[in-house]
């Protein structure tokens, strides 16, 4: 059975910082690439950063460059999402996502076989 657990949001201030976790299964892991979406009320599901889990190869949308990082544990099968400088625009969902099928875009929401639960990131002004 396939699980995303992810963990670590939470309420801040601008300009404060937060760390997501992503653990899950080593065979889910091994499937080889892993996203971080986010999603605000009304809005859609956006792309925020992805990850090869055999590369460490990353991808970080424009709209958090500089300011997110993704990275991995390969002993802990868990990626991790490092933000910075938080805005209030950064308020929403986060979902870890895995299972991406092979030729489709890293931010495409319908690549992705597997969902986790979701973390709730506050951003306050």
């Known amino acids: 059975q396939v699980q995303l657990v992810e963990s670590g949001g939470g309420s801040v201030q601008t300009g404060g910082s937060l760390r997501l976790s992503c653990a899950t299964t080593?065979?889910?892991?091994?499937?080889?690439?892993m996203g971080w979406f986010r999603q605000a009320p009304g809005k859609e599901r956006e792309g925020v950063a992805g990850?090869?889990?055999?590369?460490?190869?990353?991808t970080i949308a424009n709209s958090v460059k500089g300011r997110f990082t993704i990275s991995r544990d390969n002993a802990k099968n868990t990626v991790y999402l490092q933000m910075n400088s938080l805005k209030p625009e950064d308020t929403a969902m986060y979902y870890c996502?895995?299972?991406?099928?092979?030729?489709?875009?890293?931010?495409?929401?319908?690549?992705?076989?597997?969902w986790g639960q979701g973390t709730q990131v506050t951003v306050s002004s």
């Open positions: 996502a895995a299972g991406r099928r092979s030729g489709r875009s890293w931010s495409e929401v319908s690549a992705y076989n597997y």
């Open positions: 990850i090869y889990t055999n590369s460490g190869i990353t």
């Open positions: 080593a065979y889910t892991y091994r499937s080889g690439y």
